[in-house]
């Protein structure tokens, strides 16, 4: 009789970020399209919980979620503050690395794997945190698996992109404090790729 596994695997630290990263890497999906609440992952149980109900028609315009066992930490800060040129970026913002994922498919619904190609990111500062977004086609894809690069994308995709991370935090008694301090190709997205695992081996050297 096989061994199956009884227990799920925690989907930021029991699944590995893909064998063939960075340049295909294995995406936990936590949010699609047509979800008008903003799902994230639970920390500490490995489950979605809802964050807070989208209050406005800010839809997310990609399949969005993280790479497992990455962290945004001290080498996801510097890396941002040298590619930047600014020298007030502090920290990562403590999570795992975002990702978002083009795909023509309809996908119902998160709390999935799939793999991906990454083709470059955003480079989001808020408040003094390196907040970068990957973004990735996903793998085999129709459409969007002829992309290599952003700079092949459409205009208009990567705008709705910059659009959905510059107001998704929105609320009318405050004001944005979020910002896209560039665009930037597959080759750098790569670097962010192995910056993250490199402060989530951190991480786990500081919690042992």
């Known amino acids: 009789m096989k061994n199956y596994q009884l227990f799920k695997s925690h989907p930021w630290h029991g699944i590995h970020f893909g064998n063939k ?3 295909i ?3 936990f999906i936590e949010i699609v399209p047509t979800d008008t609440v903003k799902y994230e992952i ?3 149980s490995g489950w979605l919980k809802i ?8 839809v997310v315009p990609a399949l969005y979620g993280f790479v497992p066992q990455t962290y945004c930490g001290v080498n996801i800060a510097q890396f941002c503050a040298q590619e930047s040129g600014r020298n007030d970026v502090h920290s990562g913002d403590g999570d795992p690395l975002d990702i978002c994922v083009l795909s023509e498919k309809n996908i119902p619904n998160g709390g999935i794997l799939l793999q991906c190609r990454p083709i470059g990111g955003l480079r989001l500062i808020d408040k003094g945190e390196a907040d970068d977004k990957i973004i990735a086609v996903l793998e085999g894809d129709a459409l969007y698996a002829q992309y290599q690069d952003i ?3 459409p205009p208009s995709v990567i705008e709705r992109l910059r659009h959905y991370f510059l107001t998704y935090k929105n609320l009318p008694e405050s004001p944005s404090t979020c910002e896209v301090a560039g665009i930037y190709d597959r080759q750098t997205a790569y670097e962010v790729i192995r910056h993250s695992i490199a402060d989530y081996q951190q991480l786990l050297q500081n919690t042992d």
């Open 42 to 44: 639970d920390k500490q």
């Open 151 to 153: 700079d092949q994308l």
């Open 25 to 27: 890497v294995t995406a």
């Open 51 to 58: 964050d807070r109900p989208q209050k406005f028609s800010n």
């Open 21 to 23: 990263a960075p340049e």
